[in-house]
C-alpha cells in the first residue's frame, strides 16, 4: 500500500500500460483520475472500482484548454495530485523513410507524445512546487534510445520526452519533485495488437522479442510495476532518469541474427 492516500493521475489509461498503471496505483491504494480519449473504455476499467477513490474524464492530451479544465476538476475532487503518470501516446503507424514523411502526421504525433507531456506536466508541477513534494513518470520508449524501434516521427517524440524528463527534473528537483521516465520495448498493447496479430497470423509469435535478451516480449504489468516504484516514496533519491523496461534490448548491439 505505497500509494495510501495518494492522489494518482494517470494519463492515456483507457488500455495497454496506462491501464495497467492505473489499477496497479489503485491497487496499491491509490485515489486515481483516469484521462484518455476514449471515456467508454474508462468507464468499464472504473466499474469496479470505489468511487470515492476514482475519477475519469475523455480529454485529448493535446488540447491544452481540456488539459487545464481536466486538472481543476481532479484537484477541486481530491484536493490534491502526488502522482502523474504522462502515459498517453499514439505511433502513427508511419515508417517512412525521412524524404518521403508527412508532416503533418509529425505535427499530430508531437502533439499528443510530447506537448501532452507538456501540458500535464506544467500544470500538476504547480501544485507539487506548493506542496514540496511529487513524483513525475513519462512513458518513452526504446525507440528515443536508438533507432530501428519506430518510426521517424514517434522516435523523435520519445526522445524529446526523455529530453524533458531531464529537463523537468533539473527545474524541479529544487522543490522536491522528482521527475523520471520508462522506455518501454515490445510491450503487447493496443498500439502494438497489430504486430502481434500479424505474428500469430502467420505463426511467428514465438519469435516476438526474440532480440531481446530476455528472448520474449514484455507485458504491460510488468512496465506498470517499474512506474509504480518509480512514483513511490521508495525511488526518492531517484530522478532525471530514463530506465528501459525492454527485456534487455537495448543492452546488446542488438543486430538480427546473432542470437539463437
Known amino acids: 500500500m505505497r500509494f495510501r492516500d495518494k492522489v494518482a493521475v494517470v494519463t492515456g489509461a483507457a488500455s495497454g500500460i496506462g491501464r ?24 468499464a476499467i472504473t466499474a469496479d472500482m ?23 476538476e481532479i484537484e477541486r475532487r481530491f484536493e490534491k495530485i502526488d502522482v502523474l503518470c504522462n502515459n498517453a501516446g499514439i505511433a502513427g503507424g508511419d515508417y517512412s523513410i525521412i524524404a518521403d514523411t508527412e508532416i503533418g502526421l509529425w505535427s499530430k504525433i508531437l502533439a ?8 500535464f506536466t506544467k500544470r500538476v508541477s504547480r501544485g507539487m512546487i506548493e506542496r514540496q513534494r511529487g513524483a513525475i513518470v513519462n512513458t518513452a520508449s526504446v525507440a528515443g534510445v536508438r533507432s530501428g524501434a519506430g518510426g521517424n516521427a514517434y522516435s523523435a517524440s520519445k526522445a524529446a520526452v526523455i529530453n524533458l524528463t531531464q529537463t523537468s527534473a533539473c527545474d524541479l528537483g529544487r522543490w522536491g519533485v522528482r ?9 503487447e498493447t493496443g498500439m502494438t495488437a497489430r504486430v502481434f ?18 528472448l520474449r516480449a514484455g507485458r504491460p504489468e510488468e512496465v506498470a510495476a517499474v512506474i509504480a516504484f518509480l512514483a513511490s ?13 525492454d527485456g534487455g534490448n537495448t543492452a546488446s548491439l542488438n543486430l538480427p541474427g546473432m542470437k539463437v
Open 20 to 43: 495497467a498503471t492505473a489499477q496497479r496505483l489503485y491497487g496499491e491504494g491509490a485515489c486515481v483520475a483516469l484521462i484518455d480519449r476514449n471515456a467508454e473504455a474508462l468507464a
Open 50 to 72: 470505489d468511487p470515492a477513490r476514482v475519477w475519469h474524464g475523455g480529454v485529448d492530451v493535446a488540447n491544452e484548454g481540456e488539459v487545464v479544465e481536466c486538472i481543476d
Open 197 to 214: 496479430e500479424r505474428a500469430r497470423e502467420l505463426g511467428k509469435e514465438g519469435k516476438l522479442g526474440s532480440r531481446c535478451e530476455l
Open 112 to 119: 499528443v507524445n510530447l506537448m501532452g507531456v507538456v501540458h
Open 233 to 245: 516514496d521508495e525511488a526518492s533519491y531517484v530522478t532525471g532518469q530514463a530506465l528501459p523496461v
Open 179 to 187: 521527475v523520471n521516465a520508462v522506455c518501454p520495448g515490445l510491450i
